[in-house]
Structure formats: structure tokens, C-alpha cells
């Protein structure tokens, strides 16, 4: 990696950083691109070399997340539900701040809409509407039914609406998705 791709990475990172502070601090709407640039002790233009807009920021952040997901779900294709669930569970307790952040701030719905999509992706293969017990059922609306239990029941253990440890929510999830699924 040259020296302008690390300079260019540290910028984005600071950017990254300091939107999220920002957002724990302030509600979305008040924050500022020279918020952001001041926080972040870049100029605001290079901001907007990286970014078209605040929307635009929220937007990419939300992605990595789901992206680095995706790519703990790719390691974990070979475990059942309970391990795969755990490896999830601690990526989210690992970046806490940001989605507690996220999910307290107007970017929730956003988060929500693209946690979903991407939950409902990875169910898709789980699901089996030719036999076993979910035979003659409709495969859409399983995959949304569990889709939405497995998202609301994150958002609440991210925002304080489950007390459980992480081990006994990813545990009990997993017994959940392997029992009706």
C-alpha cells in the first residue's frame, strides 16, 4: 500500500470516526459537513472527495458493516445455527458503539431496511418448503417471519431491550432458527 492509499485510508477513517461521535452527540439532522470536517481535522473538501453528502456517509458506514457480515457468514457457512450466530452476535457487541449509535439515530430505519434485506439473503438457502416441516408453506413469508424476528431481536439487544449476555442470545436465537427451520 503506498504512502497516498494509507494517507487516503487515515482520512476516510478520521471522517468514519468522527461522523459517529458526532451522531452519538447530536441528532443527525443537526450535523454539519463542517461538523464532520472539523471533528475529523480534515478540510471539507476532502470530505466530498469520499462522500456526496452526510446521507451519502451514513449510507457507505451502514454497508461496511453488512459487508463485513456477509463475510463472517461466508466463514461460518459450515456451522449451524447456535456457532454462526455467536460469531454475529460478538461482531455486534465488538462495534457496540456504532450500532447503538446508529440505531438511536435517525440512520435507524436505513440500518433496518439493509440488516433485513441482507438477513432474509442469507436465510434463503436455510429455507426448505419441499419437505420437513415447513412443506407446502410459502417461502416468502418464512423468510420475512424470521427475517424480522432475527432483526428486531438484535435492535432490542443492541438498544438495552434484551439484558441477556451475548452468548445466551446468539445461543437461544440459534436453538430457535434450528427448530423451525
Not at 62 to 69: D, P, T
Not at 117 to 132: A, H, K, N, S
Request: a negative charge; charged letters at 30%.
Amino acid at each position: 500500500m503506498s504512502r497516498v492509499d494509507r494517507r487516503v485510508q487515515k482520512s476516510q477513517e478520521a471522517i468514519k470516526n468522527a461522523f459517529i461521535e458526532l451522531l452519538s452527540e447530536n441528532s443527525f439532522d443537526h450535523i454539519t459537513i463542517q461538523d464532520i470536517s472539523d471533528r475529523a481535522n480534515v478540510g471539507r473538501r476532502t470530505i466530498y472527495d469520499h462522500y456526496m453528502d452526510k446521507y451519502d456517509l451514513l449510507e457507505k458506514l451502514i454497508e461496511e458493516h453488512i459487508n463485513e457480515l456477509k463475510k463472517l457468514c461466508e466463514s461460518a457457512s459450515e456451522l449451524d445455527f447456535v456457532e454462526g450466530n455467536l460469531i454475529w452476535f460478538e461482531y455486534f457487541e465488538h462495534n457496540y458503539s456504532f450500532f447503538s449509535t446508529i440505531l438511536a439515530s435517525k440512520g435507524a430505519p436505513a440500518f433496518r431496511n439493509h440488516f433485513l434485506e441482507f438477513v432474509i439473503e442469507e436465510l434463503e438457502g436455510e429455507v426448505d418448503v419441499t419437505e420437513g416441516k415447513n412443506q407446502g408453506l410459502s417461502k416468502d413469508l418464512i423468510l420475512k417471519f424470521f427475517g424480522a424476528a432475527i432483526v428486531e431481536i438484535v435492535i432490542a439487544w443492541i438498544t438495552n431491550g434484551l439484558s441477556e449476555p451475548t452468548q445466551v442470545v446468539a445461543e437461544q436465537v440459534g436453538i430457535l432458527l434450528d427448530r423451525n427451520l
